[in-house]
């Protein structure tokens, strides 16, 4: 199952760990992912992968 956002397609992104020493190794960051339920136009429900910050403006704009 893909780690991306099913509303703003945030996925996974490459970045560096950087240790005191300055020696640098490859990390991911992942999406802050999360599992909710939406009610579509049909009465029907279903399971959406949303990231937190887009459950934060959906909430905000409802």
Do not use: Q, W, Y
Request: charged residues 30%; contains cysteine.
């Amino acid at each position: 199952m893909a780690r991306r956002c099913m509303l703003s397609g945030k996925g996974p992104m490459s970045g560096n760990n950087v240790s005191h020493a300055k020696n640098r190794t490859k990390r991911r960051f992942l999406p802050n992912l999360r599992t909710v339920r939406i009610s579509l136009e049909d009465g029907t429900t279903r399971k959406i992968k949303i990231s937190a910050s887009e459950l934060r403006t959906l909430k905000k704009n409802s």
